[in-house]
């Protein structure tokens, strides 16, 4: 944090010098003006933004944080607040009054333009999570009978409310999405100034439905490689678009979900400070009791054979090692499987490929592993011979994990369940029971 800077800012605010303030709102960039203020309160900082005109002051503000956001919207004055709801992309602010009570939203809205606020009302009436609640309805849509000079001569009018300018949405009189123009194809054919833009325009254009889940839609985009998307309704009416800057929040929402998942933690709704502590316990007890009941299954397996390992107290040395092996390759299997599903690497029909491939690799690193425990188990055992129990142990043991934790992640999503919240913490508790199983009874055929 920038706090070298602060004493003077709070002497400029102190002497109200407006002329120094506004200076400091427009000589840097905004993410460099936002970071500067973030030694300041709420009252001084939006003291601060006050000398910034309202587009400069909507671009610092959303450098802010998502808390310090809230917390300005919540407490500063209504009627300044509208106008800086007003400023922001309709999505952006949507995102932001969710956060915000609901009375105080309909105060704030009350005081916004009617266009600006019908525009986030009927944002608000999408589903969280789905392409609707993305999108921004700042597009450019011009006619398709619009000639080359019109449609510059029209993007000049309508380029300051727009989010972004890459591609030009072409559409017919009811709105109907028709093609799609390309800044790039526009400003080369100035040429040929007279030509329709129904004829330059792209009529495969590539977009996503209003209900379309928002992982969906990142993966729409990741694999087209644009930077933006239409959204159209069931009749292929133009909705609005979904720019690369938005799939990239979607990409690490999804991404921090399937890492909770994958470490046993039902997905937090809110960030993980915001989180109160009790529904954070529940979410991460849930499955941990889970694992709890595993872990006592092999506690009483082991006791089943309590009195024949008192008799071979060098076997016990070796326990962890053994449930170990099989729950560490396990829950690698398991883990690049749930990623290479996510990322539509594999599907369900490869099954039969994958479990060849984890055969081969349980036997690699199951051979490997067991060369090293073979010579620790030399210091250890009784003899060479007895020694083997622990080789032959570790090279089932990974084999049955690196196999249980390919296959575990595709039946689950076969049932219609989630593999990221499922297959680790099976893979985990079936390893540890097997091992011990298989450990004693290797172990039973040798001694005998």
Not at 78 to 95: G, H, N, R, S, Y
Not at 422 to 442: K, P, R, T
Request: aromatic letters at 8%.
């Amino acid at each position: 944090m920038n706090t070298l800077f602060l004493p003077e800012l709070r002497e400029m605010l102190a002497e109200d010098r407006t002329d120094e303030l506004r200076e400091f709102c427009t000589a840097l960039h905004p993410a460099r003006t936002a970071e500067f203020m973030e030694g300041l309160d709420n009252e001084e900082t939006w003291r601060v933004l006050q000398h910034a005109q309202p587009t400069l002051q909507a671009e610092v503000f959303q450098y802010f944080s998502v808390d310090r956001q809230v917390e300005l919207i919540a407490t500063q004055d209504e009627k300044q607040i509208a106008v800086l709801v007003t400023q922001l992309p309709a999505d952006d602010a949507v995102d932001l009054l969710r956060e915000v009570p609901e009375d105080r939203v309909d105060a704030i809205l009350a005081l916004v333009p009617a266009p600006d606020r019908r525009d986030i009302r009927r944002l608000q009436t999408f589903p969280e999570g789905t392409a609707g609640a993305m999108m921004t309805t700042e597009v450019a849509c011009l006619s398709e009978t619009l000639t080359v000079r019109q449609a510059l001569d029209e993007l000049s009018r309508q380029a300051e409310r727009l989010e972004t300018i890459y591609y030009i949405y072409v559409v017919d009189t009811t709105n109907h999405l028709r093609g799609v123009v390309s800044g790039r194809l526009l400003i080369s054919a100035i040429g040929r100034p007279e030509t329709c833009l129904a004829d330059l325009m792209k009529t495969d254009v590539v977009s996503v439905k209003v209900l379309d889940d928002q992982e969906q839609v990142a993966q729409k985009v990741e694999f087209y490689n644009i930077m933006a998307i239409p959204v159209v309704d069931d009749a292929n009416h133009m909705m609005g678009i979904i720019t690369h800057d938005d799939v990239i929040d979607v990409v690490r929402e999804e991404a921090a979900e399937d890492v909770q998942r994958i470490v046993a933690v039902k997905p937090l709704s809110d960030s993980y400070l915001r989180t109160p502590v009790l529904l954070l316990s529940w979410k991460r007890g849930f499955w941990l009791l889970i694992l709890f009941f595993a872990g006592l299954s092999t506690a009483f397996a082991l006791r089943m054979y309590q009195s024949w390992l008192d008799s071979y107290a060098w076997l016990v040395l070796f326990i962890p090692l053994i449930i170990s092996s099989g729950g560490n390759s396990g829950s690698q299997s398991s883990t690049l499987i749930i990623s290479a599903l996510v990322t539509k690497d594999v599907e369900l029909s490869d099954w039969g490929l994958i479990v060849r491939r984890e055969i081969i690799m349980g036997l690699i690193l199951g051979g490997i592993m067991g060369a090293m425990g073979f010579l620790c188990a030399l210091i250890l055992a009784p003899s060479p011979f007895h020694a083997l129990i622990i080789p032959i142990t570790i090279l089932c043991v990974v084999l049955c994990g690196t196999c249980m934790g390919s296959v575990l992640p595709l039946i689950f999503k076969r049932m219609g369940l989630d593999p990221a919240m499922m297959s680790n913490q099976f893979v985990a508790g079936l390893s540890d029971l097997l091992g011990i199983l298989i450990y004693v009874n290797v172990a039973l055929l040798f001694l005998r």
